[in-house]
């Protein structure tokens, strides 16, 4: 079974879907911080495109009923390291504990010159 979810709040940029509902997880794909209101990146600090990521992930998770809660697994992509305390600051608040298991990792580029992409797996109660 291969069930997409979607949200309008979440934006793609190519060929695929926003999460696939395997029936036992659902697997959602990199968000960088999009503003739905204005379809552009969000302006401010990293700290401030971390929660749009996550508004927009926690958007689609809701399509298949889920909550932030049922988050097993993120993964974060930062254009700059020296942004991991403030990206810290921000995830810190997105999750009651105890919090997901996570890697973040520092990469050269994200689409629309974000500054951090996050993805993540929830498992479906």
């Not at 036992?24 to 929660?51: M, W, Y």
């Not at 399509?63 to 097993?72: C, E, P």
């Not at 009651?96 to 990792?105: E, G, K, L, S």
């Amino acid at each position: 079974m291969r069930k997409p979810l979607s949200s309008s709040t979440a934006s793609a940029i190519g060929p695929y879907s926003h999460a696939i509902d395997d029936g036992t997880h659902v697997f959602c794909s990199g968000q960088t911080p999009i503003d739905p209101a204005t379809g552009k990146l969000r302006e401010g600090t990293v700290g401030d495109q971390t929660n749009q990521c996550f508004d927009n992930l926690f958007a689609v998770l809701a399509d298949g009923g889920l909550t932030s809660d049922d988050v097993v697994k993120v993964n974060v992509y930062l254009t700059d390291m020296n942004d991991f305390a403030e990206m810290n600051a921000a995830y810190t608040t997105r999750f009651t504990a105890p919090p997901p298991a996570r890697t973040t990792v520092g990469v050269a580029a994200l689409p629309m010159a974000a500054r951090v992409e996050i993805e993540l797996v929830a498992k479906k109660r």
